[in-house]
């Protein structure tokens, strides 16, 4: 995402255009097309066609990343990664040799929202999906996207990949998602972008009690949901690992630390250590794009050194409560 | 202090004035006049005479409110409060009726300096002492006014006042001091107020190499000077109640959190306990002070809600250390 409400292309300082408004609202995703087996939006699932664009920064972008490498759909879909500062022309590609995507062959995300609509004058986002051959974006939609690559994209999955959306379970999935968006994924957006006191509060209440919560859930059971790894566990993991780093000082969610959260600590901790999910998560990009684009609430763009993160490797305990991390399946190759 | 090159009165966001230079410098104290037994500035040490202005909020004015406590000073020497949040026209006596300091008669505390020095173009700060007499400003020597309250006002001191800078130990009290003040006292505030990440680096390894120094001392002796409460334990004092609530999120200094780092956080805890130290705290004060003041960091204003303060309360064992807090006097009544 680019953490506004979809401005990211015009304002170079990305994330200050909710700052400003009334309250701070996600927007929904505008190109919502789907990537499916039988290709009802047009769109067949095809190994090598499409390429998904993400900043590592990002934690909407990050639930693709692991969930691509937990599938093992590295080979099928090809990943971009953008620049973690956004300019005022959208996400750039100045990681790639000419500041070029080599696979799309253009300098800037919103070269693929352009090409699939001209003059659209919606934020540029990320996670992104291109269809190759017409470097055409096909959908943005974070909500969506992760899972029809658990659902859509089977035929190409690894060996022994795991179900990360069990058809049994999709209703409670989909109920501790919600709560879990709302309140934690989006509910820190919704504390750092808060132009009033009240707003703040409300959303500092939202976030906490929702992890605690989940937190009563998680002292019991090793997983979300069941006893393996779902799309639950991703969507909660992406947020977790940034708290610490950039919600806790930068969103002023600070009742407390996730390392003093004792079940959510070593949760958070045995997903990271997981294949697939520590592997994904890059620090610096995490910070310098938070610090340094949200000029609105940190003027300096200075980025904080602190806090070490050497702590995400040590023991969690949570073998105790048994679960079975990948189910039936087996975990990706370490990386 | 007024966290700037002094400036409070003229700028309605103190604390933003530092902000924009090269690199923030703590002005000296413009008038450094000194009470004492003898007069020599013509200030001689008297009951009733003056009156002690500070801001709750403020770390150098809040070691003279804990001298004063811990020596009894209280009948001798009065106390005002002041607002937390200044205006274009200084520290506001908006907490008494009609908005004016009921002893003084004034509104702002640059009326005083003013009936000192007229056109006074330097920053009116916290502590100052006023002469009730004439309502002309004294000092607003933050560094040598608890010295003198310890050492020229013993005449006045309650019985069983403990000497808290004694004269055999004062050598390794300066030196502990000055390391103290320049990486931590004054540390946070040129991390927090860097303009360029090298500043802010440079800063943040001071407070925490400083910190870690100061860390190693105190595993091994309750107090960081002889065996008894000193001056250099209220100075760190009063940094170290407002890291985890300000510096920690709002200055940057965030490698830990006062309550990680076991040493410190039970000597904080320790001292917090004592008569004369907690009973001086006020987190709110504290914290709409620096959130709400300092705009040129926290354009938003809004104050966090964390951390939780009941920490501060649990048992912290370092009596095991021994240590006399008082050394041959008495603790202060509870107040």
């Known amino acids: ?63 693709a990343l692991v969930v691509r490498r937990l599938l093992g759909l590295e080979d099928a879909l090809s990943l971009a990664v953008t620049d973690p500062i956004q300019d005022d022309r959208s996400w750039r590609f100045t990681l790639d040799p000419d500041d070029r995507d080599p696979v799309l062959g253009i300098r800037y995300l919103s070269e693929a929202y352009d090409a699939r609509e001209t003059g659209y004058p919606g934020g540029v986002s990320v996670p992104a999906i291109v269809d190759v051959p017409s470097g055409k974006l096909v959908t943005n939609d974070f909500q969506q996207l992760t899972l029809d690559l658990e659902t859509e994209w089977t035929a190409l999955h690894r060996p022994g990949a795991p179900d990360l959306y069990p058809e049994p379970l999709r209703a409670e999935i989909d109920e501790v998602m919600e709560g879990v968006y709302r309140d934690v994924n989006n509910g820190v957006y919704r504390a750092g972008f808060a132009t009033k006191q009240s707003e703040y509060e409300d959303a500092y209440r939202d976030v906490f009690a929702r992890l605690d919560t989940v937190s009563e859930r998680l002292a019991r059971q ?37 390392t003093e959260a004792p079940v959510l600590w070593a949760y958070a901790r045995d997903l990271f250590q997981t294949p697939g999910f520590g592997d994904t998560v890059d620090f610096d990009h995490i910070k310098r794009h938070y610090y340094e684009v949200h000029r609105g609430i940190n003027p300096t763009g200075i980025v904080p050194l602190g806090p070490d993160p050497a702590g995400w490797l040590t023991p969690h305990g949570r073998e105790r409560l048994g679960g079975r991390p990948f189910g039936d399946g087996t975990p990706p190759a370490a990386r």
């Open 1 to 63: 995402m680019d953490d506004t409400e979809g401005t990211a292309g015009e304002d170079p300082n990305a994330g200050n255009a909710a700052y400003g408004k009334k309250s701070f609202k996600r927007s929904r995703s505008h190109f919502a097309d789907r990537i499916t087996a039988d290709a009802a939006d047009g769109w067949p699932v095809e190994a090598g066609r499409y390429r998904l664009v993400v900043s590592l920064a990002c934690p909407w972008a990050s639930r």
């Open 222 to 258: 090793r997983y979300l949901v069941g006893d393996t790894i779902t799309e639950a566990d991703v969507r909660l993991f992406t947020t977790l690992v940034r708290f610490d780093a950039v919600y806790h000082g930068h969103f002023k969610c600070n009742r407390n630390k996730l």
